[in-house]
């Protein structure tokens, strides 16, 4: 009896190992550049790089075929200055590092037509800032850990086919590094401990509640696609108290509220020519206020700023894919990818400053423009050589930049190879 059950005990692990469909995916690309920026000289390099490798595999089994097991790895490192955001304020950092895990289950209920997908996730981030700031201590460093869940369903309305989703993500995201000026015991004997910003080294870790609802059109025959989507994210700060005048903190905690709704339309005409248009509308809504105390100790002076983070952003983007034959190699074709990006943020409560940091009558504005061109060609099907260039201007009527940087150029022209298999 026991050798019937042993073997039958192995017949069935054999099954289980054996019988999985595996299905591996993995992308690396790697490049050099070289960057220019109008302020901050000390972080341009003459050369640079960066790195990007993706790696992922499915996994599912006889016994639940409609079941697949879904791990993914993302790693992006560069060397080059990358403009960041942190709370609405840009900084240019002199390396970059990001590391991205996630692990989940999809599960077909109905193969082509109904698809659930679970995730969990984590995120660890490091942003080095200053030459001599050490890797792995920065400031702004983060790590995220979360989940998302996702329902997907697949079906036609006349000749246009769509793909809808909805779905929930869950994010918590500290800064372990984080310590504010004000978070000095000397500092605190000098200014007092009602002052802006908050006085404790956590006020940047916040949960987020994220839902969103997309659609994915493929209008008939046609080579039209157009994707709709639309996301509220719901943030609450663990630690970071609401300012009120005086730089008094109330006990309430920050909360933001953002929604956002994107529209893309993409034509492709066929392996080599596309074109695509996309605008994204972004409000951002929160509780937080300002008070400026003008760098002086009179009360009379200083500036309340009620909702100091509300805006209204708009984004437009816009590319052109074009095949040239002949261009790098003979008998190849190269694609040349042109794309223009416009961001358009304004704040509905918070007022510009001039260089000397006294206000302007204005509310801030900021208009930032991105164009680039790659020209990119396949070698073989899964190796590809592209070169790049980009141009960013970030231009603000914000002139006073002693916390963030609202006025700058960015270029940078790369060469690089990448694979997929």
Known sequence: MKKVFLILLLTAISRLVFAWEFTPAVDLTGSIAYP?????KELQKKISGAVDAAGSFMVNTDFLPQLWFIPTATLNYASTAQPLNIDDERFLFSQWLDAYISYGFNYEMNPGKWELRLRGFYRK????QTADEVVGKGLYDY????????????????????????????????F?????????????????????????????????????ISDDIRWGNSNWFTNLEYSYEYTPYVEQKVIYTGGELADEKRIDKISRLTLEVPYYADDYTSVSFGYGLTVKLTNQNYNDQLGTTEVEDDKFIKNYYNYMGHNLNFSINYGIPDLIIRGQTTTAVISLALEVINYSTRYAKDS??????????????????????????????????????????????????????????????????
Not at 154 to 171: D, H, P, R, V
């Open 36 to 40: 220019y920026t109008s302020v901050d």
């Open 125 to 128: 981030d490091f942003s080095q």
């Open 143 to 174: 790590h995220d850990g979360g989940f998302y869940f996702e329902n997907i369903n697949m079906f036609s309305l006349g000749e246009a086919g769509n793909e809808a989703t909805i779905g929930i993500k869950y994010t918590d995201r500290r």
């Open 176 to 212: 372990p590094n984080y310590k504010t000026l004000v978070s000095d015991p000397e500092v605190k004997l000098i200014i007092g401990e009602n002052t802006n910003p908050n006085t404790y080294t956590k006020e940047k870790d916040s949960l987020s509640y994220n839902i969103y």
């Open 356 to 421: 000397e940091g006294l206000y302007k009558p204005d509310l801030q504005k900021d208009n930032n423009y991105t164009v680039s061109l790659d020209l990119k060609n396949s070698i073989f099907e899964w190796w590809d050589v592209f070169i790049n260039a980009s141009f960013t201007d970030y231009n603000s009527n914000m002139q006073y930049e002693t916390f963030g940087l609202y006025n700058y150029s960015y270029f940078t022209a790369g060469l690089g190879s990448s694979i997929s298999f």
